[in-house]
């Protein structure tokens, strides 16, 4: 019996180790379970907050590049339209029939993009009374001005004198 005593008394701080160092081990496993999911809670927090961040700065950027495409596109057009320009040449006509003699002034315009022609010469033919002036009529019969090229504001269109 008293090696069974003996026997007892060295198992027992054993036993008693091993079960001490399971308990502090399920301790130990619970309170790293704690720390996980509240971990786990602190990251879904920061997911959310930066995907929200994300969703706004994506409609603010995408806000911004249309805002910047649509600059970029009227400055484009702009310069398009700033490189067009007119060529107009005019001169008189005398066309005489038996008693009368008729006067017209002839304007032929044509429209170029730099140097490249984009439309054929456009004649337009108009008669002029004796003490007719001439530069009124022809800014009243241009084709091609910058009233009809521009985008601004439309020319208001004017009757021709009878």
Do not use: C
Request: proline fraction near 3%; avoid cysteine.
């Amino acid at each position: 019996m008293e090696t069974m005593e003996g026997l007892l008394w060295i198992l027992l701080p054993g036993f008693v180790a091993v079960a001490s160092g399971l308990l502090a081990w399920f301790v130990m496993q619970s309170r790293m379970e704690v720390a996980l999911a509240q971990e786990r809670e602190s990251l879904a927090q920061l997911r959310g907050t930066v995907e929200a961040e994300r969703v706004s700065l994506e409609a603010q950027l995408g806000t911004a590049i249309r805002a910047a495409e649509e600059s970029a596109k009227r400055v484009a057009l702009d310069n398009f339209l700033n490189e067009l320009h007119v060529e107009q040449r005019h001169y008189t006509r005398e066309n005489r029939m038996l008693l009368q003699s008729r006067k017209s002034l002839v304007i032929q315009e044509r429209m170029y993009f730099r140097n490249l022609p984009l439309s054929d010469w456009i004649e337009h033919e108009i008669t002029v009374d004796e003490g007719s002036d001439v530069s009124k009529l022809l800014q009243d019969m241009t084709v091609f001005d910058k009233g009809v090229v521009s985008i601004d504001e439309p020319r208001p269109r004017k009757a021709l004198p009878a």
